[in-house]
């Protein structure tokens, strides 16, 4: 909605008697001068806006208090080595006029350089304002005659540290005396900002505020673990869990079954979560953290899951041992960066800087600086294997920040090698790529280096990852970001031939627009050249290595894709604010090209399908969902044109039988009616529509055709499929395809093939007589009804059939077989409790039993079945008896007098 060139936006406000009167504080672009700095008014809620105060092309504006329409006015640049936040123009600036004119305000408030400003007027008492000013002489400012005249009330450090990050300050809307001040804690004052007190908050590093204007004890208070909502003033607050908000760095994945996504999040800890939940837990409650911090890179030792590397800003490094919570430092060289200049340190290590364990020798560890560090010893010590990789330039090695305020949290450490990979193809052979523009390789171990810079890539952009393809040796991408110095461009390049020569992917034209800077490329390990781009406003796919792009956002949600994993044939995304994301069955784009026809139907390969149950798993502390792979086969099917033309998908068996039968049109309305009647039992519902659909089959066979009204306290469902291969087929009209389905054990047990076929054969015979049963059941109500429906025929025709004797002893003869069939006074699930299930449910309770899990059935199911099954033959030699004795003479005695026979 307007302002698309603001860059960063510090504060909207909306007048509170006129809704369509808006002003915004922008910043800028923090990474180069920008004319779009300023205060912007719109007079019809955003549908158009005009810049009203406007200082210079590096000072812009962060904050806005209403009432008197303050703004303050920032001069910032943020580079990839240092922070600058102070000027002698910057300052308090007030309107009175809705901002059509401005004054600088002074009376008392620093005139001289000065940094960051927070401020705020009381809504109770108008003429009241705080500023919380970074200056030489900072501190917080009070003003009791609306803006006239300042006094420093308050000098504490802890509400000026890091002011360029903070620097926030609230008023509370009904007391005069209290105010809010936000820092690495959240602070109150109640006697007008002259003390302050810390307020316990579940997360530190405190950013912004909103107190409820009716009810003060509601407030929402964000940090860098997300928000939360105190209902009591800040007592007690509500959690931090209960939204995906985390930004993740990187991604690393495990080769367990299934498979952990590893990352460390911004401001909190490194995270673990499986890639899919296998039991009943939470995902929260698989949820592990793995040593290291919020800024590092992961490695998992491919011999063992359990061992786990990550990172951390200065260099550190831990080794965890997750199976006995063994946790060591193995720093290279332990030197505190906090608060030091680059220039004086051994070792430059970046706050983001590269773990990672050799394709080749899985001893053998990498960690790097500006050189590249080797460890064969899990860390115990460490030898330098190049040279300083970067341009080394000392002037871009000072303090961050200053003069006023330095901040050297290791964040601008710059210089620093920011990308390293090994060949997957020949060991020993390195690429590194550094946060000032440099790529480097070495073929030989490290004794040698070549510069193999791309020609064109700016001078001191990051490379922020290197690719280096499956496919082929020589072969590899990077991906540059350089908009921390102003340029918002897209780079990816690409090389074939060990970077001898490179080709740039992405000129703005292409389909990654323009504006659209790249953090991250992967190619498919399965499918040279289709390559996937994560770029600061989403994701995108190339099917022709890289001529062209093309989104592929799907319901991933707008945000920074910080990282890619191609992994099993899924896609594994980090993301700067939403957490992880996995795009499975990658299968489909396999068989994709970039221009594939949409006027024809296709059926896609279905990737193997394992036998394992996974949990779409809710958290039961916080209600946040987490979802999971589907649980069996996923089919993929493009069907290209809308129609009535009737759509069927069949599973097949090993003998090409047809197990499960689905059938539906697209945009069917009839979904709502009942899924088939008995005699349709065969044929389930599919829904389908025009375009890509995926149908999952749950790799079960036919459930039970359970009779109507049935309660049952046991298992109904098909029994799963013995693993092997399956067939799909699906068809519409004249076109018809069929794939092949793999169905595999569950990787993780060890059941053999026999087994399977023993649990699958005890399944398929419960199932049968349970068929059985509520087939006799159906029939069995079927000739009670049409008996006594011929009687009251006969009686009402004053036909004298003498069948009332035989009509009686029908009837008590059927209901006698009935109640040992089924429980007939259960109506609602829990009824068996008080009435006694029968023979149906014994038997279901017994297909449960036998058809859950993987091994074969226990000598124990096999006695049950054998004595279940007698009971039903002895019940069913009874019905048969009844139905071809009595029934029959009861039906030829209706027949030979003209009234309708039984039919079963």
């Known amino acids: 909605m307007g302002l698309a060139e603001a860059g960063q936006i510090g504060r909207i406000r909306i007048h509170p008697e006129n809704s369509d009167l808006v002003y915004a504080a922008v910043l800028g672009n923090l990474f180069k001068s920008s004319e779009e700095r300023g205060v912007y008014r719109s007079k019809n809620g955003g549908e158009s806006w005009e810049k009203v105060f406007y200082l210079d092309e590096d000072t812009g504006s962060v904050e806005l208090a209403i009432d008197k329409s303050n703004p303050r006015m920032w001069s910032v640049r943020r580079t990839p080595w240092t922070l600058k936040g102070i000027s002698d123009k910057g300052g308090l600036f007030k309107t009175t006029d809705g901002g059509d004119s401005w004054e600088k305000v002074k009376g008392g408030l620093p005139e001289d350089i000065t940094g960051k400003i927070g401020v705020t007027v009381s809504p109770a008492e108008p003429d009241r304002i705080w500023a919380l000013v970074e200056n030489e002489k900072g501190g917080v400012y009070r003003s009791d005659d609306g803006g006239e005249s300042w006094t420093r009330i308050n000098t504490d450090r802890k509400l000026q540290q890091r002011a360029w990050y903070y620097s926030r300050i609230f008023a509370d809307p009904k007391d005069a005396d209290t105010i809010y001040a936000l820092n690495t804690s959240f602070y109150k004052s109640i006697d007008g900002g002259k003390t302050f007190q810390a307020i316990t908050v579940k997360h530190g590093d405190c950013h912004d505020l909103w107190i409820n204007p009716d009810n003060t ?168 294997i190049s040279p300083d990789l970067t341009r080394n330039d000392k002037s871009k090695q000072k303090h961050s920040g200053g003069p006023i305020t330095l901040d050297n949290t290791g964040t601008e450490v710059y210089g620093t090698i920011f990308a390293f990979e090994e060949s997957p193809h020949q060991e020993g052979e390195y690429w590194a790529g550094s946060d000032d523009g440099l790529i480097h390789i070495s073929r030989d171990r490290g004794d040698n280096w070549d510069n193999i810079t791309p020609k064109g890539l700016p001078e001191w952009a990051t490379v922020n990852m290197i690719e280096l393809s499956a496919h082929s040796p020589g072969r590899a991408f990077a991906a540059v970001l350089n908009y921390r110095m102003g340029d918002f461009s897209p780079y990816i390049y690409k090389t074939n031939d060990s970077g001898k020569s490179w080709n740039l992917l992405t000129d703005g034209t292409n389909g990654i627009p323009g504006n659209h800077f790249t953090r991250v490329v992967r190619e498919d390990p399965d499918r040279k050249g289709l390559l996937y781009a994560g770029t600061e406003f989403g994701l995108y796919v190339s099917f022709n290595d890289g001529s062209n792009w093309q989104p592929l956002q799907l319901n991933l949600p707008c945000t920074p894709v910080s990282d890619l994993a191609v992994h099993r044939k899924n896609l594994v995304v980090a993301t700067q604010g939403r957490s992880f994301w996995i795009l499975d069955n990658l299968n489909v784009l396999h068989e994709l090209e970039a221009d594939t026809p949409t006027g024809e139907n296709k059926l896609f390969t279905p990737l193997p399908a394992y036998r394992v149950s996974f949990q779409q798993a809710r958290d039961r502390v916080d209600n946040v969902e987490g979802s999971s792979s589907p649980n069996g086969a996923v089919i993929n099917f493009f069907l290209a044109e809308e129609g009535e033309t009737e759509i069927n998908l069949e599973i097949l068996d090993q003998e090409n039988n047809t197990l499960r039968k689905f059938s539906g049109k697209i945009d069917d309305k009839d979904e709502d009616k009942p899924e088939e009647k008995n005699e349709n039992f065969e044929i389930e519902k599919l829904k389908a529509e025009a375009g890509l659909n995926q149908f999952v089959w749950n790799l079960r066979y036919r459930k039970v055709n359970v009779t109507k009204g049935a309660q049952v306290w046991g298992f109904t469902g098909g029994q799963l499929a013995v693993p092997g291969t399956y067939k799909v087929k699906v068809s519409r009209g004249d076109w018809e395809d069929s794939k092949e389905i793999k169905v595999m054990g569950d990787p993780r047990i060890d059941t053999a093939q026999r087994e399977y076929e023993s649990q699958f054969e005890l399944a398929k015979n419960i199932k049968y007589s349970l068929d059985e049963i509520y087939e006799t059941l159906r029939e069995l109500r079927s000739v009670r009804d049409q008996v006594n429906r011929i009687s009251q025929a006969a009686e009402k025709a004053e036909v004298d059939l003498k069948t009332g004797e035989l009509k009686k002893g029908i009837i008590e003869k059927l209901k006698t077989v009935e109640e040992k069939l089924i429980q007939t006074k259960n109506e609602s699930g829990q009824d068996p409790l008080n009435f006694p299930p029968k023979l149906d449910n014994q038997f279901a309770y017994l297909y449960g039993y036998v058809a859950g899990g993987n091994e074969a059935p226990t000598e124990g199911a096999d006695k049950r079945f054998s004595d279940l099954q007698k009971e039903w033959e002895n019940i069913a030699e009874q019905y048969r008896l009844i139905m071809d004795i009595q029934v029959k003479k009861f039906s030829k005695a209706v027949e030979e007098a003209g009234l309708p026979r039984i039919i079963f």
Request: charged share 15%; hydrophobic share 30%.
């Open 217 to 384: 004890d509601i407030i929402l208070q964000t940090n860098d673990g997300g928000a939360h909502v105190s209902l009591n003033g800040g007592e007690t607050w509500s959690s931090l869990d209960n939204q995906p908000t985390s930004e993740i760095y990187r991604v690393t994945v495990d080769n367990q079954f299934p498979y952990r996504v590893y990352g460390a999040q911004q401001d909190n800890s490194t995270i673990s979560v499986p890639s899919s939940n296998p039991g009943g837990l939470t995902p929260y409650e698989n949820w592990l953290a793995v040593g290291g911090c919020e800024s590092g890179h992961i490695a998992i030792d491919p011999r063992d899951n359990n061992i786990v590397y990550a990172g951390c800003y200065g260099g550190s490094i831990s080794r965890v041992n997750l199976a006995n919570d063994e946790y060591r430092q193995i720093l290279v060289y332990p030197q505190l960066q906090l608060g030091q200049a680059p220039e004086i340190m051994k070792y430059r290590f970046q706050w983001n800087a590269p773990i990672r364990i050799s394709k080749h020798n899985p001893e053998r560890l990498f960690h790097t600086s500006q050189v590249v560090h080797m460890s064969d010893n899990e860390g115990q010590s460490w030898k330098d």
